[in-house]
């Protein structure tokens, strides 16, 4: 494992369950869905940036909303959590492409993509009915090593994006490898396209993106 003593300001972290970086990371799911954190400018969610580093917390996981083959990863990612002092980084990702969703039966058809029950996944749509709910389509990689820095307390709350400290400028500087091959990747995102019956909008350059 190793420990990062850099102080310089690289790419935020996308801030979300442990299961859902865990099920990320091991190519499980490609995707997740955001509306935005209270802690969250208007408490809009937008795309910062078109690469970022996975950010795992256990605060709000839930075993009941999760599919019952995943509940068991909630005590898994707790037992493996780092110490109330610091933050490990398994892995980055790329916001390649994104689509904002506004009818449960649109989200109804993503259900086998996600880990979470449809029901939770719909609570999410349902809060704050009308702003739309962000679906994100991540390509996830894994580092050889994880890197764990020190925790700081403006990291808590609920937001999307977190300035971690210490981490590197490019997370592509690092040894990793990608959850899912080119080939599989194209693949299940072709089959989610087909599912959802439209186009993601690939995400590029993405500061500020807001497709609303």
């Keep these: 494992m190793a420990s990062v003593t850099s102080t310089s300001m690289g790419v935020p972290a996308f801030k979300e369950w442990a299961v859902i970086v865990r099920a990320l990371l091991a190519g499980e799911q490609l995707l997740d869905v955001r509306k935005g954190g209270l802690r969250e400018d208007g408490r809009h969610f937008a795309v ?7 950010y795992p917390t256990v605060e709000h996981q839930r075993e009941d909303l999760l599919k019952p083959a995943y509940q068991r990863w909630i005590r898994e990612t707790e037992a493996a959590a780092a110490p109330p002092d ?16 506004t ?54 709350g609920c937001t999307s994006w977190v300035d971690v400290r210490g981490l590197p400028d490019d ?22 396209e087909q599912q959802l019956g439209r186009p993601l909008e690939p995400v590029e350059g993405a500061a500020g993106l807001s497709l609303q």
């Design 171 to 192: 997370p592509s500087s690092l040894a990793s490898e990608p959850a899912l091959s080119d080939e599989s990747f194209a693949a299940r995102r072709k089959l989610l």
């Design 86 to 101: 610091q933050v490990r980084i398994d892995g980055w990702a790329e916001i390649v492409a994104a689509v904002t969703v």
């Design 48 to 54: 910062r940036t078109p690469t970022c580093w996975l």
């Design 103 to 156: 009818d449960p039966d649109e989200l109804a058809k993503l259900d086998s993509k996600l880990i979470w029950t449809l029901d939770y996944a719909s609570s999410r749509l349902s809060w704050k009915r009308r702003d739309p709910l962000w679906v994100l389509l991540l390509r996830a990689h894994r580092l050889s090593e994880p890197l764990v820095v020190p925790f700081e307390p403006e990291y808590k």
